[in-house]
């Protein structure tokens, strides 16, 4: 019924910024919860940030001051903010969904919580 499309991965300098995209299509209603996860190669994925119906958001402690989660008016694009970006930033970035509106998602939810995903788009950071 959803289907999200990621955009704007690149490779950058260490200190730089880049800003993703995540398309939403294939559903009229907005009572979702969006979150960005990011995954390298041989570790977790882990939650980046997340982004409720009412515009609350959450943040994985190392990238908060740095990272930034915001949808247009519509709520059918989703964006990652990065800014001052650390080698260590370096993974496969993925947008996700799933049931929003009352926080729950937003500040418990994990990979198994969510319902829909994205293919994934690569950030590469150098030093």
């Known amino acids: 019924q959803v289907q999200l499309v990621e955009s704007g991965g690149n490779s950058v300098q260490s200190g730089g910024s880049l800003r993703l995209s995540c398309v939403v299509s294939?559903?009229?209603?907005?009572?979702?919860?969006m979150a960005w996860f990011r995954q390298a190669p041989g570790k977790e994925r882990e939650r980046v940030a997340a982004i409720d119906v009412d515009g609350s958001t959450d943040y994985l402690g190392s990238v908060k001051g740095r990272f930034t989660i915001t949808q247009d008016s519509t709520k059918k694009t989703l964006y990652l903010q990065m800014n001052s970006l650390k080698p260590e930033d370096t993974a496969k970035y993925y947008c996700?969904?799933?049931?929003?509106?009352?926080?729950?998602?937003?500040?418990?939810?994990?990979?198994?919580?969510?319902?829909?995903w994205g293919q994934g788009t690569q950030v590469t950071v150098s030093s």
């Open positions: 996700a969904a799933g049931p929003g509106g009352d926080n729950w998602l937003l500040r418990q939810g994990n990979e198994r919580d969510f319902t829909y």
């Open positions: 294939g559903s009229s209603h907005r009572n979702y919860c």
